[in-house]
């Protein structure tokens, strides 16, 4: 099958730690692989952010790379990037319109991507899967103010939710938040994230550490929902244990990063300074090293936007964890693989890490519950005897009736003809095309009524 992943602004071939850079790189690449190696032709779109990059790169994991002109190349914050989504899914339709390569199905990750993806997909003839990876309703509950994603946003996803062939949601939490947002339940089918346990194994060279001393190991991007400062005050209760953080720009540019030099500062302040160690990026292939290194992994968020894939990758090295009760986290980690504990509270985290640390024998067995599982036990229920640590990507494409080709393979013969339909209809009713205007705003310039919604209404499937 040809497949076109549209990935605005998370590049699968982008250097993971930065601002914008972290799970959907890697949920992309590692599904984009697993697709190409199942025997489906797969081409990952996503903005050019550099004038040097070429139009097309081949991916050693046999998957194409393309770099879409929208808006300048160079690297633009991904709130930025809403007005250039309509030139972005106008190059995607010139390009399969007048090229040999014309996809079956479009999955687009994000939502701007979906807002391309939909515009390029109804004027094409080519359905649409969605994923979101993270909401904009989530986004503002916990960030306020603070929150400087394009005003617009929640309802941009609402109108996707109802307007795509297929949502793919990742955990639990996600379809509850689209289902209080007028998502159709009926319209979404649950794919969790896999781990490459090609990568990360309980087996394998580690890194060094200091004899006698408990790692604790915490990964992410260095921004403050991720709850590095909730780990770092936590320390104060784990006495002897060190805390080591990956993540973030390369260790020589972490003098420079504002956040890092927070989590330096608090660690003074906590009196954990000398137990406290920022490694700055680390190349993911070498990622397996940390994670066996360490004794447990915290995933402290104060929100998760969806589903977190650092803590199914220490799992499949063989390492408990020991987490936020949030988002996806809920379903990730059982009783049989780490803790869950409350949001925001060190004290809480430090207990938890200081009664596991001080019982090496519940450690070992968390870590043989974190570890993976026979193929037998594979897609059993979230709270199960099962975590979701066993999904490994190729089962994300594969699992008979859960799997993303079993998905595609029950609606891709009934989808095509009435997306061919629908948008022969929307080409009459907007001359000009385009799901997105320029402008952000939700009006369609084309269409006979100016209350008229860009995004087509859902078709039913």
């Known amino acids: ?5 549209i990935s605005e602004h998370a590049s699968p071939l982008a250097i993971l730690g930065g601002e914008d850079a972290g799970g959907q790189n890697t949920h992309v690449a590692e599904l984009s692989a697993a697709l190409a190696a199942a025997g489906h032709d797969v081409r990952v779109y996503t903005r050019r952010d550099a004038v040097d990059l070429p139009v097309t790169v081949r991916s050693p994991d046999g998957y194409d790379v393309v770099h879409v002109p929208a808006g300048p190349a160079e690297p633009l914050a991904k709130d930025a990037l809403l007005p250039h989504m309509r030139p972005f899914g106008a190059w995607l339709v010139d390009r399969w319109r007048g090229g040999d390569w014309v996809p079956e199905v ?9 807002l391309a993806a939909l515009e390029a997909g109804r004027q094409t003839g080519v359905p649409v899967v969605q994923t979101y990876h993270a909401l904009g309703a989530v986004k503002r509950r916990h960030q306020g103010v603070q929150d400087t994603s394009p005003a617009r946003r929640i309802g941009y996803e609402r109108q996707l939710g109802r307007s795509v062939d297929r949502v793919i949601a990742q955990c639990r939490d996600e379809v509850g938040e689209l289902v209080r947002m007028g998502v159709p339940r009926s319209a979404m089918t649950v794919i969790p994230s896999g781990v490459n346990l090609a990568t990360f194994a309980p087996l394998g060279p580690a890194a060094e550490r200091e004899p006698g001393r408990p790692r604790i190991l915490t990964v992410g991007r260095l921004v403050e929902r991720k709850g590095f400062q909730t780990v770092v005050r936590a320390m104060a209760h784990v006495p ?3 805390c080591v953080v990956v993540g973030g720009p390369p260790a020589g540019l972490l003098e420079t990063d504002p956040y890092a030099r927070r989590l330096r500062a608090l660690a003074g302040s906590c009196g954990v300074a000398d137990r406290v160690r920022l490694v700055g990026a680390v190349p993911r292939e070498e990622m397996g090293r940390w994670y066996r290194s360490a004794d447990i992994l915290v995933a402290a968020p104060w929100y998760e936007p969806l589903f977190g ?5 220490a799992m499949a090295c063989g390492v408990p964890v020991v987490a936020t009760a949030v988002g996806g986290l809920r379903d990730t980690v059982v009783d049989v693989t780490g803790d869950l504990v409350l949001a925001r509270d060190p004290r809480a985290l430090g207990a938890a890490l200081r009664a596991l640390l001080d019982d090496r024998i519940l450690v070992r067995v968390r870590g043989r519950g974190a570890g993976p599982r026979p193929p037998a036990l594979l897609g059993r229920s979230p709270r199960s005897a099962s975590p979701r640590s066993t999904t490994r990507w190729p089962r994300c494409v594969d699992r008979p009736g859960g799997g993303l080709m079993s998905l595609l393979d029950a609606h891709l013969a009934h989808l095509r003809p009435r ?3 629908r948008s022969a209809a929307a080409s009459r ?5 385009g799901a997105v205007p320029p402008d952000g705003s939700p009006t369609a310039a084309g269409c006979s009524s100016p209350a008229t919604v860009a995004v087509p209404p859902r078709r039913n499937t």
Do not use: D
């Not at 479009?106 to 979906?114: E, P, R, T």
């Not at 009713?429 to 095309?433: A, I, Q, V, Y």
């Open 309 to 313: 894939l650092t803590p199914l990758e």
């Open 419 to 421: 997306h061919c339909r």
């Open 429 to 433: 009713c907007s001359p000009g095309g």
């Open 106 to 114: 479009i999955h687009a990750h994000f939502w701007m991507s979906g």
């Open 240 to 242: 002897e244990a060190e």
């Open 1 to 5: 099958m040809r497949i076109a992943m």
